[in-house]
């Protein structure tokens, strides 16, 4: 049914929209953050009237305007992507998938970009309060389309709320709701606006920090600080304590992704965390595949069955336990999950069979029993693993999930740190004395960047093999074309995303050295 | 309420729903219309800039109907999504590669440090506003003329030409319906130009520009028209469900549903007296007649293509590959939930309206474009 699939076809697709990804989550992120700074900037401007803080906020709405129009760019591949490289993937759960994202345009995108034009042009040509709205409307409306395009993306990492028509030979919704509330999209979108904000904030701050160390604007710097620090501070306590329920959750249903990017691989009860490690290629085998061993690793121990069973006594599994089963723990082999993957499978080409033979009372049976609780769960739920060979195939690249994660953790508290530290020299009035400080905040600037963009790393990579978890692996889901064709696109974007970015980076620069605009007479 | 709701009804619904959003992107083209004449409209630079500043505060419009018509199409139709994006690839690819240089032109043209210089942006938006919309229209032709697809039977796409889409260019019907949106979104752009741009020599300058532009819309709308009517069209046998060519299909669709034939003149006659107002009477309001028209007409026009039996993206190289509204939509329970969504629309509507009406009361002047900091 799905043999003869190009590799080099499936890689190509996955690395154009990993790079439109990539090159998207370096916009996107500013947006969420940097669009509710303007608006509590611009709240205090209506409520004090002081026009020193509407110069500041149209300072950061500037640099807000440059960075949103390539990120918009960028989103509209990363939809139509979908369409274009994934197409047998869009019919075999457009029915679910394809409704976020229609809401994500009905509701949030409209709300965007219809109050964007009052936000950059509506200065003189509304009054001070709708001007206001139309700001929260906009940093509403980002988060808003947040929102929609994660519970999307949860629902291939947790596919929830759908039953398999075998006449379609597609999932179809059953329950809305399921799908809206996730455990995995909760997680997914606080965790993401969080990382936002906390990136925005760094970027507010550190960009304050070069006008003190140039020893200009230093009202607009400080107020500045201020008001990311807070809110860069608060939002950085969230995306820890959000990152803490996303691990939970991934290792409730994602747990072989939870294993990798722990590299634990023998399950125990008392398990410790690592905090962190080195890894190297030849570790112990899984088939024919190597998996990485420690060279050096610092643990915490028990801390692991802590977090994920609430006491040390609690048994975390490990990679062996999800490749050869572990009947105590109630955990199936790969081998017997591709046996029920196999029955699936087997009911849908019977069904096809049927069909195709006009035996009308076969196929309605066979039909029937895909909408049966009992085979959806026992046998439908492994319908992916049918199209899988070997059982090591089901366990993505260790070294990647482990060194994405711990990194990101690591950052991750260092903001924390970070603004914690900025606030209070800013509150003692020494800010200025410190000026080696000033400078790594500075310089801190590209650590949100590449904290987030290690998080979509370990989100998407550590899923592997599944484009949707356990129901469909990645090379099913592709666009039957030439691999030259995904080759050659592949290079045109990746040539136009990078003199686009280029553009903005000296656009950006270019402004902030400029400053803002002379002081205005309110 | 819901049990009275069929899946039949569903389908028609988010049918008339996209084709609502293709006929308002048809319209909010004019953002891509007015870019073609950044360069021959206006006589100096400060011209250049009011005609780029006031089509610039609406591309994000044209953009996001653009996103929402893909998302929806994606969640009523899937199937089409997956057949027509993964199969006429290069066709999207194209658009798309066009709206990205758009996205970004405007931003950063006027902006130091752009890097490739204010004209690289400026060709940016000539080349979005000219292959944007033709491509658009020839990709939409191949609803009516077919397309070059099998379906298997997973319902994965097989393309049998290696030009993934290309190929609609090679074919004059299609590229007459490209051209006609291509100079319909001229003409729309020139007169929202005369509309909110408060500068006599431009706007005797645009006025000028709409009879050559609307010449050539005609020609080419009425060679699609006529073709149109006149051809065999892809049927769907209600019987067995099975597709099969019919002659004068969009004919007797348009006989078919009185009503919809009649929107369809009413628009045509709407866009021409909207013309005729401008190069005739001066008017600087013609866009009222024009706007309403263009989306009347290509409301009309999917209305023909998707009711009737008929199949709105058929295969030309296997018939019963063809998709119907009926084959490709979703499911039962999801084009419901979607249509509860869509009830927020008239709300959408009313708050475009809303801050739009705020932005254009005044209209643009040069002392605006020297004044403004953020002015493109």
């Known amino acids: 049914m799905f043999e003869n699939i190009d590799l080099s076809l499936v890689n190509w ?26 608006a509590m900037m611009e709240t205090i401007y209506v409520r004090t009237g002081d026009p020193e803080w509407k110069r500041i906020t149209k300072f950061w709405m500037k640099l807000f305007g440059i960075n949103f129009a390539i990120g ?40 965007e970009s219809t109050f964007i034009a009052v936000m950059f042009f509506g200065w003189n040509k509304v009054s001070k309060k709708f001007h206001l709205a139309s700001t929260w409307l906009v940093a509403i409306g980002a988060n808003l389309s947040a929102l929609w395009i994660l519970v999307a993306n949860a629902w291939m990492q947790n596919p929830t709320g759908m039953v398999f028509n075998p006449e379609t030979a597609r999932n179809e919704m059953h329950s809305f709701w399921e799908v809206l509330f996730n455990p995995v999209a909760a997680d997914k979108f606080l965790h993401t606006i969080t990382s936002g904000f906390v990136l ?60 990798s990017f722990e590299a634990l691989y023998k399950g125990t009860a008392n398990a410790p965390l690592v905090a962190a490690g080195i890894l190297r290629k030849d570790g112990e085998k899984v088939g024919e595949r190597h998996l990485p061993s420690f060279v050096f690793r610092i643990e915490i121990p028990g801390f692991l069955s802590m977090l994920t ?70 046998y439908f739920r492994y319908f992916g693993y049918a199209y899988i060979d070997k059982a090591e195939d089901i366990i993505p690249d260790v ?34 004395r410190h000026r080696w400080w000033l400078w790594v905040m500075l310089f801190s600037i590209p650590l949100p960047y590449l904290a987030g963009e290690l998080g979509w790393v370990l989100a998407e990579m550590g899923r592997q093999p599944w484009i949707i978890q356990d129901l469909m692996p990645v090379h099913m889901g592709v666009t039957n074309l030439k691999a030259g064709n995904v080759q050659v696109t592949f290079w045109l974007f990746a040539i136009l995303f990078t003199a686009l970015l280029s553009a903005e980076v000296s656009i950006m620069v270019k402004q902030i050295r400029k400053g803002p605009a002379k002081k205005e007479e309110e | 309420m819901t049990a009275i709701i069929s899946h039949a009804f569903l389908q028609g619904y988010w049918w008339v ?50 996103v929402t018509f893909g998302g929806a199409f994606f969640a009523s139709f899937p199937l089409f999504y997956a057949t027509s994006f993964g199969g006429a690839y290069w066709v999207w690819m194209a658009i798309l590669f066009s709206f990205i240089i758009q996205a970004v032109a405007y931003e950063y043209r006027s902006k130091p440090g752009n890097i490739f210089g204010t004209r690289t942006y400026d060709v940016f938006l000539l080349i979005n506003g000219s292959a944007g919309p033709l491509l658009l229209g020839t990709a939409v032709a191949t609803f009516f003329t077919g397309a070059n697809f099998t379906l298997d039977a997973m319902n994965r796409v097989q393309w049998n030409s290696p030009w993934h889409g290309l190929e609609a260019l090679a074919s004059f019907r299609n590229l007459s319906l490209g051209f006609a949106v291509m100079f319909l979104a001229r003409i729309n752009g020139l007169l929202f130009i005369i509309k909110t741009i408060d500068d006599k020599e431009l706007q005797e300058k645009a006025t000028g520009k709409l009879v050559m532009n609307s010449l050539f819309f005609l020609v080419f ?39 919809v034939l009649i929107l369809f003149l009413a628009g045509t006659v709407a866009v021409l007296y909207g013309i005729y107002t401008a190069i005739a009477g001066k008017s600087q309001s013609s866009i009222w007649f024009t706007g309403p028209g263009t989306i009347m007409v290509v409301f009309s026009l999917f209305m023909i293509l998707g009711f009737g039996n008929t199949s709105f993206y058929p295969s030309s190289s296997d018939l019963q590959s063809s998709l119907t509204i009926y084959k490709a939509s979703s499911g039962l329970f999801t084009l419901r939930t979607m249509m509860y969504v869509s009830f927020v629309i008239p709300f959408v509507i009313t708050y475009i309206w809303f801050a739009w009406r705020a932005i254009t009361l005044r209209k643009i002047t040069d002392q605006e474009i020297k004044n403004d900091d953020h002015a493109y």
Do not use: C
Not at chain 1, 238 to 254: C, V
Not at chain 1, 333 to 359: H, I, N, P
Not at chain 1, 402 to 414: A, C, E, N, P, S
């Open chain 2, 221 to 259: 709308f009425l060679y699609f028209v006529i073709t149109l009517l006149t051809s065999e069209g892809y049927a769907i046998n209600p019987a067995d469900g099975k597709i099969y060519m019919e002659k004068f299909k969009y004919l007797r669709n348009f006989i078919g549903m009185f009503h």
């Open chain 1, 399 to 432: 070294k990647v999930s482990f060194y994405t994660f711990h990194l990101m953790v690591m950052l991750g508290f260092l903001f924390i740190l970070q603004f914690a530290v900025v606030l209070w020299l800013l509150y003692s009035g020494n800010l200025e």
């Open chain 1, 200 to 259: 925005a904030s760094i970027f507010v701050v550190g960009i304050s920090s070069w006008f003190l160390l140039k020893r200009r604007e230093a009202l607009m710097a400080k107020r500045s600080i201020l008001i990311a620090g807070i809110f860069g501070l608060l939002s950085s306590v969230m995306l820890a304590l959000t990152g803490d329920m996303s691990a939970r959750t991934i290792a409730k249903y994602q747990p072989v992704k939870f294993t």
């Open chain 2, 17 to 66: 729903i996209v084709s609502l959003l293709a006929s308002l992107l048809v319209f909010l083209l004019f953002v891509q219309g007015g870019q073609t004449f950044i360069f021959s409209l206006p006589q100096d630079e400060v011209r250049k800039r009011m005609i780029i500043n006031t089509l610039g505060r609406k591309w994000e419009f044209t953009f996001t109907t653009l």
């Open chain 1, 72 to 111: 918009v760019a960028t989103g509209i591949i990363l939809e139509f992507e979908f369409g274009t490289n994934w197409s047998a993937y869009s019919w075999f759960v457009g029915d679910i998938f394809g409704a976020p994202l229609a809401i994500e345009g009905i509701m949030a995108f409209f709300l």
């Open chain 1, 13 to 38: 697709s996955r690395g154009q929209f990993a790079l439109t990804a990539v090159y998207h989550w370096l916009f996107v992120p500013l947006t969420l953050g940097l669009s509710f700074i303007i």
């Open chain 1, 309 to 378: 069973g609430g006491d040390r006594d609690a048994y975390v599994p490990g990679i062996y336990d999800y490749i050869y089963g572990n009947p105590e723990r109630g955990i199936m082999s790969f081998s017997e999950k591709k046996e029920r993957g196999e029955v699936a499978r087997k009911a849908l080409q019977d069904y096809k069979t049927a069909v195709d033979k006009g035996e009308k009372v076969r196929a309605r049976e066979l039909a029937e029993q895909f909408t049966s609780a009992g085979f959806r769960e026992n």
